[in-house]
C-alpha cells in the first residue's frame, strides 16, 4: 500500500481551476519530485494534502486512511509535515523556542524519552541542522539560509513519516545547497519519504527517482527524471514551441 | 404601520450608511480601526452647535465650516498620532481611543461648564414637514435624508470614477504595490482620513438635528458601536457592504421600536444582536473578504 | 562590582518578549508596595482616599495582566475585557446576597463563571480574527448590559439589579475592625492577589504552553502545521485571562460591597480614581508594555496613581499663578494631560514604559565595548542587528 495516495484531486478558486483532477501515489522511503512551470499549482497541492485548504472533489489517503477533510494540526499528528516556499518562523520567539511548539504537539511530543525535555529535544534538533549556536537568537535576527534550516527543523521535530518540502532550495548559497543536498539524502537514508516541491531542477534531479510535472493544475507527466526531462509535452511547457 | 417603517428605516439607513462609511473607507485604505470615529461624530455636532449658536452663523454655513474643520483635524490626528505608529493594529486602536478621550475632554472643557455631561441643543435646522404615503416626515429628516443621499451618490461616482478614488481602491487591495505604483500612500491615508472624518462629523449633526437629541461629551460611543455593527455585517473594507448593512441594521432598529413590546429600551439592542448574529452565522460579514489561506 | 552583579540578571538570551525582569526591581518595588499603608497611615486625613488609589492600582494591575495573557501573548484582541471582570463582580455579588454566603466563598465562586463564560464568549470567537474579533469582543459585555434590564422571559433584571446592580454585600472582613483596619487589610488582599497571580500569569507565558501561545500570536497557521491544535489553546487562553480578570472583579464586588453596570463598561476616571473597565485596561497594557505580563502591572500603577499626582501638580501651579481654577476645572485639565501624555508615551515609544526603564537600565550597566557599538549603530556580533 502506498504510503500517500492522491487521487483525482480538484480545487477551483472562483473562475481559476487551480488544481484539476490531480492524482498521484508516493511509496514508503520514495523521495519524489514535483516540478512545473510558476501558477502550476503546485503550492495548492500541497495546501490541499496537508489540509490548510479543502478540495472540491478527490481524496487524500495517508497509509490508507482518508484525511482529505481532516484539521491541518491533525494531518501533522497522522504524520506529515511540511515547509512553506517562504519561510515561516515565530519571529518573537527565539530559535529553540520555535522548535518547541513542535515538541509540544501530540506527535512531537511522542518521542520523548523518559528524562527528555522537550526543550532538550528541541536543542537536539538544533543541532541536527547546524543551528545550536543561534539558539536563543529571536528568529526576525536569522538570515534566510538559517531560517530555511529552521524551518527544517521545526517540520522534522513532529516526527513525520512523509515531508513535504516546498521548494527548499530557494535563496541559497552554493555551499548552503550543497548542505541541504547532503541532508535530504542523509533524511532517506534514515528512512524519511519525502515529496518535494523545487525549481532548481539541476539539484532537484540529483535527489529524486521519480517526477510529476504540473501544468495549469493538471498533471501532464509522471516518471523517472531522465523520462520527464525528454517528455516532448514537458519541454514544450518549459521551454515553449518550436524547439 | 408598515408604511412607517418603510420610510423611517429609509433615511435612517441612509443616515447609518453616511456614518458607517468613513470607518469602512478608513480601514479599506489604511487598514487601521478608528476608534475616533464616534468623536468625529461628536465634534461635528459641538462645532456645529459654536458656529451656529455661539457665533450667530447661517445654519447652513456653520454647518459646512464645522464639518470641513472636523475634516482638518483628523488630518491632523492622522499625521500625527496614527502615522508613526501604523504597523501595530493594537496601539492604533490605543491611541485613537486616546484622540477620542481627549477630544471628549476638549469638548467638556469648552462647551460643557459645570457639569460632567451636559446636554447641550443643537439648533433646528428647518421646521415643518409633511405627509408621505401617511407618515409624518419632519423636515430636518427629508432635508438629512436627501444629504446623505446625495452625498453617498458622490461619494460612490467619487470611489469608483475619480483617480483619487482609484488610488483609495488599489491601496485598500494592496498596499506596497500602490507605493510601487507610484501612489503617495501617507497622503491618500491621511486625506482618507479627512474624508472619513467629515463624513462622520456631517453625521454628528445631521443625525441628533433629524432626531431631536441634544449633543453631550459622551455621545461618541454609541455612533461608534453603530458603525462597528454595519460594518461587521456588510464586511470590513467593503463599501458595497457598509451601505447594505446600515439599512439592515437601520431596519432592524425601527422593527424593534415599531413592532416589538417595549420596543423603546430595547432599539440599541438591534446592532449588538447584529453582531452576534453575524458572528455565529457568517463571521466576515456579508461582503467581506474571504478568509486568507497564506 | 555592582554593575557586574547587575548584569548577571540579564544575559543576553531573551527576546525582548521573554525579557528577564530584574528580579532586584521587582523585590525592591515589592517591598516599596508592602510599607505603603505604613507611608500613608501618618497621613490620617487623605489616607484613606490613597489607600483606595493603591487598591484600584492592584485591582487594575491584575486586570491587565490577564488581558496581556490573551491580548499580547496568544494574540486574541479583546475589547471588551469587561465582560470577566463584571461576571465575576456580579457573581459575588450575587451569591453573597441571594444566598448569604460567607465573603470568602463568594469570592472564590467569582472565578467559575468567569471562566465558564470565557468559553462561552471564547467558542464562537474562534471563528473570527484580528479586527472583527475586536469589534466583536467590544459588544459581548453590552449585550449582557442590555440583558440585564430584560424582565420577560427570564427575569434577568431582578436578579442582576438593573441600573442599581447588586448592593449591600458584606467586606471581606467586617466584625470588630474599624474602617481604616478594613482598608489596610483591603490593601494587602489586593497586594497578595496580584502578586499571586502575576507569578502564576509570568509562569505561563514562560512556560511551554506559553511559547504555544506566542507561536499563535506570530502566525496561526504555522502553528498549526507545527501539530497544534491552536483553537484548544485559544479557548484555553481565554479561561486563564478570564480565571483572574474575574477575580479581580470578585475582590472589587466586595471592595465596593456591590456590583453594579460600570463593571461592565469601558471604565475611566471617576473622583480621581481609575475605575477598571475595557478601555482602560487596554491603555495600561500597552502603556505598560503589551507581552510582558509585568509591563501591564507597572502600567497599571503608574495610570492609577497618575492623577492624583497630576492634580497635585496642577492644583499647586494653578494657586501659584492665581488662576482661580475650580475643583472641578482642575480634574478637567488633569485628565486632558493625562490622556495625552499617554497617547504621547505610547506613540513615541510603543513599547512600552516597561521596556523603556529596562533598556535605560540596560543601557547603565553595559559594558563600555557594548556602549560604543551601540552608539555606532546597534550591530550585535557577526554584523547582526541587535533589537
Same mark, same amino acid.
Given at each position: 500500500?502506498?504510503?500517500?495516495?492522491?487521487?483525482?484531486?480538484?480545487?477551483?478558486?472562483?473562475?481559476?481551476?487551480?488544481?484539476?483532477?490531480?492524482?498521484?501515489?508516493?511509496?514508503?522511503?520514495?523521495?519524489?519530485?514535483?516540478?512545473?512551470?510558476?501558477?502550476?499549482?503546485?503550492?495548492?497541492?500541497?495546501?490541499?494534502?496537508?489540509?490548510?485548504?479543502?478540495?472540491?472533489?478527490?481524496?487524500?489517503?495517508?497509509?490508507?486512511?482518508?484525511?482529505?477533510?481532516?484539521?491541518? /494540526?491533525?494531518?501533522?499528528?497522522? *504524520?506529515?509535515?511540511?515547509?512553506?516556499? $517562504?519561510?515561516?518562523?515565530?519571529?518573537?520567539?527565539?530559535?529553540?523556542?520555535?522548535?518547541?511548539?513542535?515538541?509540544?504537539?501530540?506527535?512531537?511530543?511522542?518521542?520523548?524519552?523518559?528524562?527528555?525535555?522537550?526543550?532538550?529535544? +528541541?536543542?537536539?534538533?538544533?543541532?541536527?541542522?547546524?543551528?545550536?549556536?543561534?539558539?536563543?537568537?529571536?528568529?526576525?535576527?536569522?538570515?534566510?539560509?538559517?531560517?530555511?534550516?529552521?524551518?527544517?527543523?521545526?517540520?522534522?521535530?513532529?516526527?513525520?513519516?512523509?515531508?513535504?518540502?516546498?521548494?527548499?532550495?530557494?535563496?541559497?548559497?552554493?555551499?548552503?545547497?550543497?548542505?541541504?543536498?547532503?541532508?535530504?539524502?542523509?533524511?532517506?537514508?534514515?528512512?524519511?519519504?519525502?515529496?518535494? $516541491?523545487?525549481?532548481?531542477?539541476?539539484?532537484?534531479?540529483?535527489?529524486?527517482?521519480?517526477?510529476?510535472?504540473? /501544468?495549469?493544475?493538471? &498533471?501532464?507527466?509522471?516518471?523517472?527524471?531522465?523520462?520527464?526531462?525528454?517528455?516532448?509535452?514537458?519541454?514544450?511547457?518549459?521551454?515553449?514551441?518550436?524547439? | 404601520?408598515?408604511?412607517?417603517?418603510? $420610510?423611517?428605516?429609509?433615511?435612517?439607513?441612509?443616515?447609518?450608511?453616511?456614518?458607517?462609511?468613513?470607518?469602512?473607507?478608513?480601514?479599506?485604505?489604511?487598514?487601521?480601526?478608528?476608534?475616533?470615529? !464616534?468623536?468625529?461624530?461628536?465634534?461635528?455636532?459641538?462645532?456645529?452647535?459654536?458656529?451656529?449658536?455661539?457665533?450667530?452663523?447661517?445654519?447652513?454655513?456653520?454647518?459646512?465650516?464645522?464639518?470641513?474643520?472636523?475634516?482638518?483635524?483628523?488630518?491632523?490626528?492622522?499625521?500625527?498620532?496614527?502615522?508613526?505608529?501604523?504597523?501595530?493594529?493594537?496601539?492604533?486602536?490605543?491611541?485613537?481611543?486616546? +484622540? +477620542? @478621550?481627549?477630544?471628549?475632554?476638549?469638548?467638556?472643557?469648552?462647551?460643557?461648564?459645570?457639569?460632567?455631561?451636559?446636554?447641550?441643543?443643537?439648533?433646528?435646522?428647518?421646521?415643518?414637514?409633511?405627509?408621505?404615503? !401617511?407618515?409624518?416626515?419632519?423636515?430636518?429628516?427629508?432635508?438629512?435624508?436627501?444629504?446623505?443621499?446625495?452625498?453617498?451618490?458622490?461619494?460612490?461616482?467619487?470611489?469608483?470614477?475619480?483617480?483619487?478614488? *482609484?488610488?483609495?481602491? +488599489?491601496?485598500?487591495?494592496?498596499?506596497?504595490?500602490?507605493?510601487?505604483? %507610484?501612489?503617495?500612500?501617507?497622503? @491618500?491615508?491621511?486625506?482618507?482620513?479627512?474624508?472619513?472624518?467629515?463624513?462622520?462629523?456631517?453625521?454628528?449633526?445631521?443625525?441628533?438635528?433629524?432626531?431631536?437629541?441634544?449633543?453631550?461629551?459622551?455621545?461618541?460611543?454609541?455612533?461608534?458601536?453603530?458603525?462597528?455593527?454595519?460594518?461587521?455585517?456588510?464586511?470590513?473594507?467593503?463599501?458595497?457592504?457598509?451601505?447594505?448593512?446600515?439599512?439592515?441594521?437601520?431596519?432592524?432598529?425601527?422593527?424593534?421600536?415599531?413592532?416589538?413590546?417595549?420596543?423603546?429600551?430595547?432599539?440599541g439592542t438591534a446592532s449588538l444582536a447584529v453582531m452576534v448574529l453575524v458572528l455565529l452565522l457568517r463571521p466576515k460579514g456579508l461582503f467581506g473578504k474571504r478568509v486568507e489561506m497564506e | 562590582m555592582v554593575t557586574r552583579y547587575?548584569?548577571?540578571?540579564?544575559?543576553?538570551?531573551?527576546?525582548?518578549?521573554?525579557?528577564?525582569?530584574?528580579?532586584?526591581?521587582?523585590?525592591?518595588?515589592?517591598?516599596?508596595?508592602?510599607?505603603?499603608?505604613?507611608?500613608?497611615?501618618?497621613?490620617?486625613?487623605?489616607?484613606?482616599?490613597?489607600?483606595?488609589? =493603591?487598591?484600584?492600582?492592584?485591582?487594575?494591575? @491584575?486586570?491587565?495582566?490577564?488581558?496581556?495573557?490573551?491580548? !499580547?501573548?496568544?494574540?486574541?484582541?479583546?475589547?471588551?475585557?469587561?465582560?470577566?471582570? *463584571?461576571?465575576?463582580?456580579?457573581?459575588?455579588?450575587?451569591?453573597?446576597?441571594?444566598?448569604?454566603?460567607?465573603?470568602?466563598?463568594?469570592?472564590?465562586?467569582?472565578?467559575?463563571?468567569?471562566?465558564? $463564560?470565557?468559553?462561552?464568549?471564547?467558542?464562537?470567537?474562534?471563528?473570527?480574527?484580528?479586527?472583527?474579533?475586536?469589534?466583536?469582543?467590544?459588544?459581548?459585555?453590552?449585550?449582557?448590559?442590555?440583558?440585564?434590564?430584560?424582565?420577560?422571559?427570564?427575569?434577568?433584571?431582578?436578579?442582576?439589579g438593573g441600573d442599581f446592580g447588586v448592593q449591600g454585600i458584606p467586606k471581606l472582613i467586617s466584625n470588630g475592625y474599624t474602617p481604616l483596619q478594613v482598608r489596610i487589610f483591603e490593601y494587602y488582599f489586593s497586594l497578595l492577589?496580584?502578586?499571586? *497571580?502575576?507569578?502564576?500569569?509570568?509562569?505561563?507565558?514562560?512556560?511551554?504552553?506559553?511559547?504555544?501561545?506566542?507561536?499563535?500570536?506570530?502566525?496561526?497557521?504555522?502553528?498549526?502545521?507545527?501539530?497544534?491544535?491552536?483553537?484548544?489553546?485559544? @479557548?484555553?487562553?481565554?479561561?486563564?485571562?478570564?480565571?483572574?480578570?474575574?477575580?479581580?472583579?470578585? =475582590?472589587?464586588? /466586595?471592595?465596593?460591597?456591590?456590583?453594579?453596570?460600570?463593571?461592565?463598561?469601558?471604565? %475611566?476616571?471617576?473622583?480621581?480614581?481609575?475605575?477598571?473597565?475595557? =478601555?482602560?485596561?487596554?491603555?495600561?497594557?500597552?502603556?505598560?508594555?503589551?507581552?510582558?505580563?509585568?509591563?501591564?502591572?507597572?502600567?497599571?500603577?503608574?495610570?492609577?496613581?497618575?492623577?492624583?499626582?497630576?492634580?497635585?501638580?496642577?492644583?499647586?501651579?494653578?494657586?501659584?499663578?492665581?488662576?482661580?481654577?475650580?475643583?472641578?476645572?482642575?480634574?478637567?485639565?488633569?485628565?486632558?494631560?493625562?490622556?495625552?501624555?499617554?497617547? %504621547?508615551?505610547?506613540?513615541?515609544?510603543?513599547?512600552?514604559?516597561?521596556?523603556?526603564?529596562?533598556?535605560?537600565?540596560?543601557?547603565?550597566?553595559?559594558?563600555?565595548?557594548?556602549?560604543?557599538?551601540?552608539?555606532?549603530?546597534?550591530?550585535? &556580533?557577526?554584523?547582526?542587528?541587535?533589537?
Open positions: 500500500m502506498p504510503l500517500l495516495e492522491v487521487e483525482k484531486l480538484t480545487k477551483r478558486f472562483g473562475g481559476l481551476t487551480a488544481v484539476n483532477n490531480v492524482s498521484f501515489d508516493v511509496d514508503e522511503g520514495e523521495i519524489v519530485g514535483l516540478i512545473g512551470p510558476n501558477g502550476a499549482g503546485k503550492t495548492t497541492l500541497f495546501n490541499l494534502i496537508t489540509g490548510f485548504l479543502e478540495p472540491d472533489s478527490g481524496t487524500v489517503k495517508f497509509k490508507g486512511e482518508d484525511i482529505t477533510k481532516l484539521e491541518p /494540526h491533525q494531518i501533522v499528528n497522522k *504524520g506529515i509535515a511540511r515547509t512553506f516556499q $517562504v519561510v515561516r518562523p515565530f519571529r518573537h520567539l527565539p530559535a529553540i523556542a520555535n522548535i518547541i511548539v513542535s515538541c509540544v504537539s501530540p506527535r512531537g511530543a511522542r518521542k520523548l524519552e523518559w528524562l527528555k525535555s522537550p526543550a532538550r529535544k +528541541a536543542l537536539d534538533m538544533l543541532e541536527l541542522v547546524g543551528l545550536s549556536e543561534m539558539m536563543f537568537e529571536p528568529a526576525e535576527n536569522l538570515a534566510h539560509g538559517d531560517l530555511k534550516r529552521l524551518e527544517m527543523a521545526k517540520a522534522l521535530a513532529t516526527e513525520p513519516d512523509l515531508l513535504l518540502l516546498d521548494e527548499p532550495f530557494s535563496g541559497l548559497n552554493p555551499i548552503e545547497t550543497d548542505y541541504l543536498t547532503k541532508s535530504i539524502q542523509r533524511l532517506h537514508l534514515d528512512g524519511y519519504t519525502m515529496v518535494i $516541491v523545487e525549481h532548481k531542477l539541476h539539484e532537484l534531479m540529483k535527489l529524486v527517482r521519480r517526477v510529476v510535472v504540473l /501544468h495549469y493544475g493538471e &498533471k501532464i507527466a509522471e516518471g523517472s527524471p531522465k523520462e520527464v526531462s525528454q517528455d516532448k509535452k514537458v519541454i514544450e511547457v518549459y521551454m515553449g514551441r518550436g524547439i | 404601520m408598515l408604511e412607517d417603517l418603510i $420610510v423611517n428605516g429609509a433615511m435612517l439607513g441612509a443616515l447609518y450608511a453616511l456614518l458607517a462609511l468613513g470607518f469602512t473607507l478608513i480601514y479599506g485604505v489604511a487598514k487601521i480601526l478608528n476608534l475616533s470615529h !464616534g468623536a468625529f461624530y461628536m465634534l461635528g455636532a459641538y462645532l456645529f452647535y459654536a458656529f451656529a449658536t455661539m457665533a450667530q452663523l447661517e445654519p447652513f454655513l456653520a454647518l459646512i465650516l464645522a464639518i470641513i474643520l472636523v475634516g482638518f483635524i483628523g488630518a491632523i490626528i492622522y499625521r500625527l498620532f496614527v502615522s508613526p505608529i501604523i504597523e501595530s493594529e493594537v496601539i492604533v486602536m490605543v491611541v485613537t481611543l486616546g +484622540a +477620542a @478621550l481627549i477630544l471628549q475632554y476638549l469638548v467638556m472643557m469648552l462647551f460643557a461648564k459645570g457639569g460632567a455631561i451636559e446636554h447641550t441643543p443643537l439648533p433646528r435646522l428647518l421646521s415643518g414637514g409633511l405627509y408621505f404615503i !401617511g407618515v409624518w416626515m419632519p423636515l430636518p429628516k427629508i432635508l438629512a435624508f436627501a444629504v446623505s443621499f446625495s452625498l453617498l451618490a458622490m461619494l460612490w461616482i467619487f470611489i469608483s470614477k475619480s483617480k483619487t478614488g *482609484g488610488a483609495m481602491r +488599489a491601496m485598500a487591495q494592496d498596499r506596497e504595490a500602490a507605493m510601487l505604483m %507610484g501612489i503617495n500612500t501617507e497622503r @491618500l491615508c491621511m486625506l482618507t482620513m479627512a474624508l472619513s472624518a467629515t463624513l462622520a462629523a456631517l453625521a454628528g449633526v445631521l443625525i441628533p438635528t433629524s432626531m431631536y437629541t441634544d449633543a453631550k461629551p459622551d455621545m461618541w460611543m454609541e455612533p461608534l458601536i453603530i458603525s462597528f455593527a454595519v460594518v461587521i455585517l456588510g464586511g470590513l473594507g467593503s463599501i458595497k457592504g457598509s451601505l447594505v448593512g446600515a439599512f439592515i441594521i437601520a431596519y432592524a432598529e425601527q422593527f424593534v421600536l415599531l413592532f416589538l413590546v417595549g420596543g423603546e429600551s430595547l432599539s | 547587575l548584569r548577571r540578571f540579564y544575559t543576553s538570551f531573551a527576546t525582548y518578549i521573554l525579557d528577564i525582569p530584574p528580579r532586584l526591581l521587582a523585590l525592591l518595588l515589592f517591598l516599596l508596595a508592602l510599607s505603603v499603608p505604613l507611608l500613608l497611615a501618618g497621613n490620617v486625613k487623605g489616607g484613606d482616599y490613597y489607600l483606595r488609589i =493603591f487598591i484600584l492600582a492592584n485591582v487594575n494591575a @491584575l486586570f491587565a495582566a490577564s488581558w496581556d495573557i490573551l491580548v !499580547g501573548r496568544a494574540g486574541q484582541i479583546s475589547l471588551g475585557h469587561a465582560l470577566f471582570f *463584571g461576571i465575576g463582580a456580579y457573581s459575588s455579588a450575587i451569591f453573597a446576597t441571594s444566598f448569604g454566603l460567607p465573603p470568602w466563598i463568594t469570592l472564590a465562586l467569582s472565578v467559575p463563571f468567569g471562566v465558564l $463564560v470565557a468559553f462561552l464568549v471564547g467558542f464562537p470567537s474562534m471563528r473570527v480574527r484580528g479586527p472583527y474579533l475586536a469589534l466583536v469582543s467590544l459588544a459581548f459585555p453590552l449585550i449582557l448590559i442590555r440583558l440585564s434590564w430584560l424582565e420577560s422571559p427570564i427575569n434577568i433584571k431582578a436578579v442582576m492577589l496580584l502578586c499571586v *497571580g502575576s507569578i502564576v500569569l509570568y509562569k505561563i507565558a514562560r512556560s511551554k504552553t506559553g511559547i504555544v501561545f506566542v507561536s499563535i500570536l506570530d502566525d496561526e497557521l504555522a502553528s498549526k502545521a507545527s501539530g497544534i491544535n491552536t483553537t484548544k489553546y485559544k @479557548l484555553l487562553a481565554f479561561a486563564i485571562s478570564a480565571f483572574f480578570a474575574s477575580l479581580a472583579g470578585g =475582590f472589587y464586588a /466586595h471592595f465596593m460591597t456591590g456590583a453594579d453596570l460600570s463593571t461592565l463598561l469601558f471604565g %475611566g476616571p471617576s473622583k480621581g480614581l481609575i475605575v477598571p473597565g475595557s =478601555f482602560t485596561v487596554v491603555i495600561m497594557t500597552i502603556f505598560g508594555g503589551i507581552g510582558t505580563i509585568y509591563g501591564p502591572i507597572v502600567g497599571a500603577y503608574i495610570l492609577s496613581l497618575l492623577p492624583l499626582l497630576l492634580y497635585k501638580i496642577i492644583d499647586v501651579l494653578s494657586s501659584l499663578a492665581n488662576l482661580g481654577l475650580s475643583i472641578a476645572d482642575i480634574w478637567n485639565w488633569t485628565f486632558l494631560i493625562y490622556i495625552v501624555s499617554v497617547v %504621547g508615551f505610547v506613540v513615541a515609544w510603543q513599547k512600552g514604559i516597561a521596556a523603556y526603564v529596562v533598556e535605560k537600565l540596560d543601557e547603565l550597566t553595559e559594558t563600555e565595548e557594548i556602549r560604543k557599538d551601540r552608539r555606532k549603530g546597534k550591530k550585535g &556580533k557577526k554584523g547582526k542587528k541587535r533589537i
